[in-house]
């Protein structure tokens, strides 16, 4: 079969990007397990007498089944992202293309092997190129043309420099150099976030060939053994991973390598007769896909993932491929004409989601109405992009003919991918209009503790004690808290120092005063580094026996409510109540005056990038504030004050009438920017709070 022939009798499509070809018995693949050369293959399968059969079976043999399941991988994902209520686990569709990829990509090139004894890289690659490229550089040059626009230049600097890792397939090291959570409200920002899950199957292409050509040359069962030992070890690295470097099992090749590894196994599985016709194997079909369906309902972004609990989804994955071609099984379902649509068209309907998401939400936000609307035009460009580019640059006569070709033309595509993120970059940095700089200038400028590394970080349990003022000073204040303690410090060490106050801090990122288990996002755990942290540190504060300690932390944000995104993992009003009540009597040893601040109103949005998109584009900046009463939370006010009641030593601060105005709690206040983002007070503008806040702990010290 000459390869322009061979191109049009397999169906061609893969996983995310629709790579590998789909190769069946007959067809474009020999069934059951491979043998090891070509002299072991039956010599029906090189007579030259059956090329005409087998071009006439290739149509007959596609697996609608893939194509179907491919359909509800891609389906899933798109209603997680775009959230459909209780898909909350849909991200596993990724993984499911990561197990179709290995499995469909390991038949085509052991069909290769078994047929030539080699494997044709050039070819290879330029089929992926062919494939791939031609739709991903169109979506990164359409995505990087409206960011212009809709973006403000220091979200241009980040997605360019995101548009250039993917053009490169390191999209995932970007992000994971980046530390970027995958589920964290931050992500919502960058465009090309969905290409991780590209990148890492890119990445897996440039590995397998050469790995499956040298274990196929090894004699006996080394492949199937080989394919087994990848397999395992890399899930045991995930399991590893999920636990202690979460970030690193999401993002990176080799703790994702199991999931192909484990497509590539299923593809040795024999289509006997059991797998075809029995009853027994539909029943074991329709159950894999059940599993995989009720996987993207019931895992949600607080599970230990991927880690053991990527194992359901990919492994019905795999059992619905070995089951697939059952008449009785899954493909029942999957034929259909929706799942056959959605799948022809998954890899573009991947690759435009995202960014229309993003973008449409910086434009229009994001409604039941606008989300639909969204979805239309996802639906639409995959069509379109499908229909006048991938069909025809997949297909055509001049490229197919000639895998060098190929190779170039993918090679020029990525050269451009990476010259536009490249030249929007250099564009983006060097807008200066004074707006713009004054707005980065606020939201990029970090407390005197921070700067000092006096703000320990998740993973540390000791305390990290700073001092700001000499030690013959008369008085002594400590702060101690998280983050939202920390934003005060640069105030807190002009005040000190103006009073001839020593200034002692205690400050942990993400971890409350109040003693209560924290769970930790990034690390996706709880913390018992908190808890040890918090212990050893309130010792250390009674042994400073202060005059005056500063109790601040970001209260709503541990507490169930609208304003956490810690969902089922953050604590009940009542037991937030009594972890700070616990800490409070801890801190009466050291018979000092206290002093609870009460945190700031939470906007919840990330309010430097809101005014950042609205200068930049001519807009409002009112737009960038909220509401007092969704920033307040009125419940965790009156529970604070109920602690504070209780010690006759203790004041209860609230700033709040200083930092919203009426009922709304304004971006900016009299030319001053409020918020760095979605919850912290600017350096700035806890200045502007000097004077009151020196007032308030003056009056502490007099109360006691």
């Known amino acids: ?230 397999t395992s070890l890399s899930f045991v690295l995930c399991i590893y991973l999920t636990y202690r470097k979460q970030a690193w099992a999401f993002y990176l090749s080799p703790a994702r390598a199991w999931e192909f590894g484990l497509g590539a196994l299923a593809s040795l599985f024999p289509f006997s007769k059991w797998a075809t016709y029995t009853r027994s194997a539909a029943v074991v079909g329709w159950i894999a896909l059940i599993a995989l369906i009720l996987s993207c309902f019931l895992l949600d972004e607080f599970s230990a993932f991927p880690g053991y609990c990527a194992a359901a989804p990919v492994v019905a994955t795999a059992a619905v491929l070995m089951t697939g071609k059952n008449g009785a099984g899954p493909n029942l379902l999957l034929k259909q004409r929706m799942f056959q649509f959605a799948g022809t068209r998954s890899y573009a309907m991947y690759l435009w ?141 002009r005040i000190a120092e103006r009073k001839q106050w020593r200034l002692i801090t205690y400050l942990k990122s993400s971890c409350s005063a109040s003693d209560i288990a924290v769970f930790n996002m990034r690390l996706r755990r709880f913390s018992p580094e908190c808890r040890a942290w918090r212990r050893e540190t309130i010792d250390q504060i009674v042994a400073d026996r202060p005059d005056l300690i500063i109790v601040s932390q970001f209260s709503s944000g541990y507490i169930k409510g609208d304003l956490t995104n810690l969902g089922p993992n953050a604590v009940e009003l009542d037991a937030w109540e009594a972890g700070l009540y616990q800490t409070f009597l801890s801190l009466q040893a050291a018979h000092s005056a206290m002093l609870l601040l009460r945190d700031n109103p939470t906007p919840y949005l990330p309010v430097g990038i809101c005014l950042a998109r609205a200068e930049w584009r001519g807009l409002s900046l009112d737009g960038c504030g909220r509401d007092r009463e969704v920033a307040v939370i009125n419940a965790v006010t009156n529970s604070e004050q109920r602690v504070a009641s209780i010690f006759a030593n203790t004041k209860f601060v609230d700033l709040t009438p200083e930092i919203c105005t009426g009922n709304r709690c304004p971006a900016i206040r009299d030319g001053t920017v409020v918020y760095r983002d979605a919850n912290h007070l600017t350096v700035d503008f806890t200045l502007r709070l000097e004077a009151i806040l020196a007032r308030e702990l003056q009056s502490a010290l007099k109360e006691t």
């Open 1 to 230: 079969m000459s390869v322009k022939t061979q191109e049009q009798a397999c169906i061609l499509s893969g996983s995310l990007d629709h790579e590998a070809e789909q190769i069946s018995a007959g067809g474009c693949a020999a069934s059951g397990s491979f043998p090891q050369t070509r002299r072991a293959l039956p010599d029906m399968l090189n007579s030259s007498s059956e090329t005409a059969s087998k071009q006439n079976k290739a149509t007959a043999d596609f697996r609608p089944d893939i194509e179907g399941l491919r359909a509800i991988a891609v389906l899933s994902v798109i209603g997680f992202h775009y959230g459909v209520p209780w898909l909350t686990g849909g991200f596993v569709g990724v993984d499911a293309f990561f197990v179709i990829s290995g499995y469909l990509i390991s038949q085509l090139l052991l069909r290769e092997l078994n047929r030539t004894g080699a494997i044709d890289f050039v070819a290879f690659y330029g089929r992926r190129a062919r494939r791939l490229l031609p739709a991903a550089l169109l979506v990164t040059v359409a995505t990087l043309i409206v960011g212009y626009f809709v973006l403000s230049p220091l979200e241009q600097k980040e997605i360019a420099k995101s548009a250039a890792a993917s053009s490169v397939f390191a999209t995932n090291l970007f992000l994971l150099s980046q530390a970027l959570n995958y589920f964290g409200p931050e992500s919502s920002l960058n465009p090309f976030l969905h290409t991780w899950s590209l990148s890492v199957e890119e990445q897996f292409y440039f590995v397998w060939p050469a790995l499956l050509l040298v274990l196929s040359r090894a004699k006996g069962r080394t492949l199937q053994f080989g394919l087994v030992l990848i």
């Open 353 to 493: 989601h995202w960014p229309i998401l993003v973008l449409g939400s910086a434009m229009f936000g994001t409604t039941a109405a606008t989300t639909l609307a969204y979805f239309i035009l996802t639906v639409t460009l995959s069509a379109v992009s499908f229909v006048w580019l991938e069909h025809p640059v997949r297909s055509n006569s001049w490229l197919v003919q000639s895998s060098i070709r190929s190779a170039a033309v993918g090679s020029a595509l990525t050269i451009i991918g990476l010259v536009a993120g490249v030249g929007l970059f250099l564009e983006a940095k060097f807008v200066n209009r004074p707006e713009q700089m004054a707005i980065q200038a606020s939201t990029f400028k970090y407390s005197i503790s921070t700067e000092n590394g006096c703000l320990a970080a998740f993973t540390v349990a000791k305390p990290v004690r700073c001092v700001f003022g000499p030690s013959n000073y008369m008085r002594t204040i400590v702060l101690f808290g998280d983050s939202h303690a920390d934003q005060w410090t640069t105030a807190l060490a």
